[in-house]
């Protein structure tokens, strides 16, 4: 029979063993050395006043009292150092990192996650919640490949759900991309977090739109009309409107100006059908004194005068006509008419 047991090493008592409470206790000792580690620390320096029981993990290069204990249990007692050498598989708590450490044969290390994991809830340096269940606090995150590529995949239930990525400030909602609602992908742009509007819409056909990119077709109504030379007018209707074009400030000569709603570049179209001239003109101006396009036309009528010019326009210019010479112009259903289009 062995003198001490196999995986602790703790003495037996004997038979005819002389002082047996001596073994015994011995065995106690090391019992309270090992089990249920809690160690301060792990270092090759030992405490210059440690506490009676305090327990540490040897380094790799130990110094002064530790000199030769290398990878060992040191714990002080009665006023001196004992030593065991932990096992393969040994726990131990470390108390100033406040994690659980498993010893591998040739140090201590952190235990590794099962290869399947699944809690209800997991923080990466955040807190997670019922609604955020996976939280991630860092300076970037990295998806790579296994194999030849990666998908990132967001799916939900129906299509009145939604999936989608959104971007916030401030934990105040920006931008939103992806299936919000139906099955027609899109990107909504919000300068509150609460008002959203919808940047550009692409359907299952691919067929893409921006429903609020500057556009607008304004013309006058319906009959004929015959602007005095000089005189300014400006529109009726919006055939087509997107973006927050409106008609404004009614003009002396009949009709309303066209509200620009955004600065940018602008395409713009103007059509004039005439049925009878002396010889004509018609200019788009711009707050009433800037000429960005000018259209004209012989005598001869009926004729079709058009031009196209892209012009620089701002937030609150108002676009009116500028007639010169003397024209009967046809208006009905649209036919003389300004399109503008935001480049």
């Known amino acids: 029979m062995a003198d001490t047991t196999p995986n602790l090493h703790l003495p037996y008592i004997l038979p005819s063993q ?91 290390q952190r235990p590794p996650l099962p ?16 609604t955020n269940r996976l939280a991630l606090s860092s300076p970037a995150t990295l998806l790579n490949h296994a194999g030849g590529g990666h998908q990132l995949k967001i799916n939900k239930a129906t299509a009145g759900d939604t999936a989608s990525l959104l971007f916030q400030s401030n934990w105040s909602g ?45 013309h006058r109504a319906a009959g004929t009309s015959t602007p005095a030379s000089g005189s300014e007018t400006g529109f009726a209707a919006l055939a087509l409107e997107q973006g927050g074009f409106a ?23 103007l059509t004039v059908i005439v049925t009878t001239s002396s010889g004509f ?19 001869a009528a009926p004729t079709t005068a058009s031009g196209v010019a892209i012009v620089q326009l701002y937030a609150g210019d108002h676009l009116s006509l500028l007639h010169g010479g003397s024209a009967t112009i046809d208006e009905g259903s649209g036919r003389t008419q300004l399109s503008l289009f935001r480049l």
């Not at 992908?185 to 893409?208: N, P, Y």
């Open 247 to 269: 008609l404004g400030a009614a003009l002396t000569g009949g009709g309303n100006a066209l509200s620009v709603p955004a600065d940018g570049l602008f395409l713009a179209a």
């Open 174 to 218: 920006r931008v939103e991309m992806g299936l919000s609602g139906n099955d027609a992908f899109s990107i909504k742009v919000s300068g509150d977090g609460s008002a959203w509007a919808t940047a550009l819409h692409c359907d299952g056909e691919g067929r893409v739109s921006m429903p609020n990119r500057p556009l607008a077709r304004a």
């Open 18 to 108: 002389a002082q047996k409470h001596v073994m015994h206790n011995e065995a106690l000792v090391m019992l309270d050395r090992l089990v249920q580690l809690a160690l301060e620390y792990e270092g090759d320096v030992a405490p210059g006043a440690p506490s009676e029981g305090q327990r540490f993990a040897v380094g790799g290069a130990p110094t002064g009292a530790w000199s030769g204990r290398a990878g060992q249990i040191a714990c002080f007692q009665d006023g001196g150092w004992l030593f065991a050498a932990p096992r393969t598989g040994y726990l131990a708590y470390f108390k100033d990192s406040g994690v659980l450490k498993i010893f591998t044969g040739s140090g201590w």
């Open 281 to 299: 003109s018609v200019s788009l101006r711009r707050n009433g004194s800037v000429t960005l396009l000018t259209v004209q036309g012989p005598t």
């Open 115 to 130: 290869d399947i994991l699944t809690p209800s809830r997991l923080g990466i340096s955040a807190t997670p919640d019922d």
